[in-house]
Structures are given as structure tokens and as C-alpha cells.
């Protein structure tokens, strides 16, 4: 029987949490502070984290919130934590992190408990960071709460501030030829709202890709799916090889995100990425949000 979270909040804890936004974002620092983060090669950089939340097809309580550490460049898994959750806030757009990020932060502590050798320098997001109705997506709030660098990497595009996912866009995204191809997402207002360090977060990201999707996030979306059909018995997710083919449908009986947030989640460009960054201040720490200076990154193809 399919189950369903709680209904939409009542106003009174909407306006909790766009108070808690705007209290945390004030700490986002959209600007590189670790030195391999200035780096051309990434020198220093040694291990890449990514974190998802999938569901059980039809069921939006119910899901697997997965931590996985990668190390850099080899991109190869040295840490996985997949672990099954109860969700109890709806999915609302613009509220993701209500509803995901407590049980992501909860799996950053784990790991620092059990292999803190093995923390990573950034975390790759399946989500928005400062592209986002109030400026502060999951990305940028998962950062801050864990205090490390995290960059968001959105497969639809969030149509805020007069983006819009129209002929024109479409259109950008067609000419994104060779790998490595971005264009900057840039607001009615004039912000650039996809990029890290705008030019970072892109290298990062690319540097992260072996297939359309970043390794880190990808792995932790493979990883989350597995576990759900090994403890629910629910159908095989699709290999690795059939990803890139099957990637832009729901996968048979996992379904990330729980559905309804793929049709208006916080930004997920389907044919490409969104990256943006986002740091705590004070702490020396950046949070990538799927690009750097707080931009989200623009769309990259691979």
C-alpha cells in the first residue's frame, strides 16, 4: 500500500523554516578558501563525497538516505552508509532540506565517528544550492550544518528569478558539444546563479563525471537503490551500463526523490547540471552548491 507524508505544514512552521533560511544563510561564503579548491590540478584533493535519498516507488515515507566517500581522481568507493529512514515533512518546493537533509547530516556524523580518516573535502548534492526561491538550497544548507564544502548538482532546472526552462534554454543546452561545455545561468536580476567558484565547481564536477552524472552522486543513487531492493525486495535497479539509457525515466521500483519532487523539485536541469558552492563563514570551510561563488554552476555536458 503506498504511503504518503504528512500533508502540507501549516504556515506557522513555513514561516520556521524560511526564518531558519535566512538565519543560515547568512554563514554561506561563495568564494574558494581551500587551497587545492585554487588549484588547477585539484592538488590536495583526495576525497569526494556524495549523498542521495531514494524512495520505494509509490511510497513517500519510507526511504534510504546514502553517504558514499570516493577518493580523487580514481573516483573509486572507500566508504559507503546506506541506511533506511522514516520521513515525516512532505516534499514542498524550495523546502527540500526539511525533509532530506536531517538524515544526511546524520550520516556525515556517523562517519566521522566511525572513519574520520575518511571525511570528505566536498560533497557533491543531488540538489540546488544559492539557485533556490530564498537563495538557500539543500546544497547550501547541508554545507553549513556539516561544515564542509558542498556543491550542488541539479539534473532539472529550478525556474527562479525569470530562469525559465523554455526554447532559449533549450536551445543553450543543444549546443553544449564537447565535454566540459557550460554556459552561466543568469537570473532576471543579472545574477549568475549557476556557478562556484563558478569556474571550480564546473572543473570539479566534470572532473567527477564518467558518465551524465557526477560519480559521487551517482554511486551514492546506485548504492541507495541496491539497498532498498536487497532490504524490501523490491525489483533490480538498473546496472551501470544501462543507467545512461534508463536515467531519464523512473527506475523500476525505486524511485528517487519519491516522484513528486522530479516533476517540481529544487532544480534539476535534465539535460545537464546545475553547479553552485556555498562556505560557512568564519570557519575556512566552502561549501560547493554545484558551482563557487555561490552561483549555481551551468548546465555541463559530458
Known amino acids: 500500500m503506498a504511503r ?18 535566512a538565519q543560515l544563510k547568512a554563514r554561506v561564503v561563495d568564494r574558494d578558501t581551500e ?44 566508504y559507503e552508509d546506506c541506511r533506511m529512514v522514516s520521513l515525516t515533512a512532505p516534499y514542498m518546493s524550495g523546502f527540500l532540506a526539511f525533509r532530506e537533509v536531517p538524515f544526511l547530516v546524520d550520516a556525515v556524523r556517523r562517519l566521522q565517528e566511525r572513519e574520520p580518516h575518511l571525511m570528505p573535502q566536498v560533497l557533491l548534492v543531488d540538489g540546488n544550492g544559492v539557485l533556490h526561491h530564498r537563495g538557500f538550497g539543500v546544497a547550501c544548507h547541508l ?49 549568475i546563479l549557476g556557478m562556484v567558484s563558478l569556474e571550480a565547481a564546473v572543473r570539479l564536477t566534470r572532473g567527477c563525471c564518467k558518465f551524465r552524472i557526477p560519480e559521487p552522486v551517482r554511486q551514492a543513487d546506485i548504492r541507495s537503490r541496491d539497498y532498498i531492493r536487497r532490504t524490501l525486495g523490491v525489483p533490480r535497479a538498473p546496472t551501470p551500463g544501462q543507467e545512461r539509457s534508463q536515467k531519464a525515466q523512473n527506475p523500476r521500483g525505486v524511485c528517487p526523490k519519491g516522484g513528486s519532487e522530479e516533476a517540481t523539485g529544487e532544480g534539476r536541469p535534465p539535460e545537464g547540471h546545475s553547479t553552485q558552492e556555498s562556505r560557512d563563514k568564519g570557519t575556512g570551510g566552502a561549501k560547493l552548491d554545484a558551482t563557487k561563488t555561490g552561483c549555481p554552476a551551468s548546465p555541463v555536458r559530458q
Open 35 to 78: 587551497a587545492w579548491q585554487r588549484d588547477p590540478a585539484f592538488s590536495g584533493l583526495q576525497r569526494v563525497g556524495g549523498v542521495d535519498v531514494s524512495f520505494v516507488k509509490g511510497d513517500s515515507v519510507n526511504a534510504c538516505a546514502s553517504l558514499v566517500v570516493l577518493s580523487y581522481p580514481e573516483l573509486e568507493v572507500v
Open 143 to 191: 554545507g553549513i550544518l556539516t561544515d564542509l564544502p558542498c556543491v550542488g548538482v541539479a539534473k532539472k532546472l529550478l525556474q527562479v528569478d525569470g530562469l525559465e526552462n523554455n526554447a532559449l534554454h533549450k536551445e543553450k543546452i543543444r549546443l553544449l558539444r564537447a565535454g566540459g561545455d557550460t554556459f552561466p545561468l543568469m537570473g532576471g536580476s543579472g545574477t
Open 4 to 21: 504518503e507524508a504528512a500533508g502540507r505544514p501549516p504556515e506557522e512552521t513555513l514561516l520556521l523554516w524560511k526564518r531558519e533560511q
